[in-house]
């Protein structure tokens, strides 16, 4: 592990490992539970990145602090390395809650064969409630199906006599 703009190195690993990397971007210094269990504080703009339960990086400043966090980027200079990450969880350090992204819909709802077709992104293995209303105006949403999403996305097949049937994915699922 190695802070680039303070070019100071600090943990060499090797092997699978857990990475908690505490990133605060919020305006004011944050305190959270460290995976060790401490109560650690990280400066805006900054973040701590720990390797199981030791610290890897302590405070490592952001390149620049008006940078949206929407990308991530991992160099190797010197030769060729393979990363592998799975199973992600970014949960609110204030509160500990998992935060998941909200599902969004990327085709439908379309009429085929008598069906309303519905698709969703959402977080793989992550539950969904779908709800249904046959109109806007006013909206009379109910519970339709639970979907659990597969590889990024789920879908709805509805069988209808309304083409005009909404629906909406609602997390967390009920």
């Given at each position: 592990?190695?802070?680039?703009?303070?070019?100071?190195?600090?943990?060499?690993?090797?092997?699978?490992?857990?990475?908690?990397?505490?990133?605060?971007?919020?305006?004011?210094?944050?305190?959270?539970?460290?995976?060790?269990?401490?109560?650690?504080?990280?400066?805006?703009?900054?973040?701590?990145?720990?390797?199981?339960?030791?610290?890897?990086?302590?405070?490592?400043?952001?390149?620049?602090?008006?940078?949206?966090?929407?990308?991530?980027?991992?160099?190797?200079?010197?030769?060729?390395?393979?990363?592998?990450?799975?199973?992600?969880?970014?949960?609110?350090?204030?509160?500990?809650?998992?935060?998941v992204p909200q599902p969004a819909l990327t085709?439908?709802?379309?009429?085929?064969?008598g069906n309303l077709l519905a698709r969703f992104?959402?977080?793989?293995?992550?539950?969904?409630?779908?709800?249904?209303?046959?109109?806007?105006?006013?909206?009379?949403?109910?519970?339709?199906?639970?979907?659990?999403?597969?590889?990024?996305?789920?879908?709805?097949?509805?069988?209808?006599?309304?083409?005009?049937?909404?629906?909406?994915?609602?997390?967390?699922?009920?």
């Amino acid at each position: 592990m190695r802070d680039i703009n303070a070019g100071k190195n600090w943990l060499t690993n090797s092997g699978t490992q857990t990475i908690t990397w505490v990133i605060n971007n919020s305006g004011s210094p944050l305190t959270y539970t460290a995976p060790n269990g401490s109560s650690e504080t990280v400066t805006n703009d900054a973040s701590d990145l720990w390797v199981g339960t030791t610290r890897a990086i302590d405070d490592m400043a952001a390149t620049s602090g008006s940078n949206a966090l929407a990308n991530f980027k991992f160099a190797i200079s010197g030769g060729s390395e393979t990363i592998t990450m799975d199973n992600f969880s970014i949960t609110d350090p204030t509160t500990s809650v998992v935060v998941v992204p909200q599902p969004a819909l990327t085709f439908g709802p379309m009429l085929t064969n008598g069906n309303l077709l519905a698709r969703f992104s959402g977080l793989s293995g992550t539950n969904y409630t779908i709800e249904a209303t046959p109109t806007l105006s006013p909206a009379s949403w109910f519970k339709f199906t639970n979907v659990t999403a597969t590889a990024g996305e789920f879908e709805v097949v509805a069988p209808t006599a309304n083409p005009s049937q909404l629906f909406r994915a609602v997390y967390p699922s009920y």
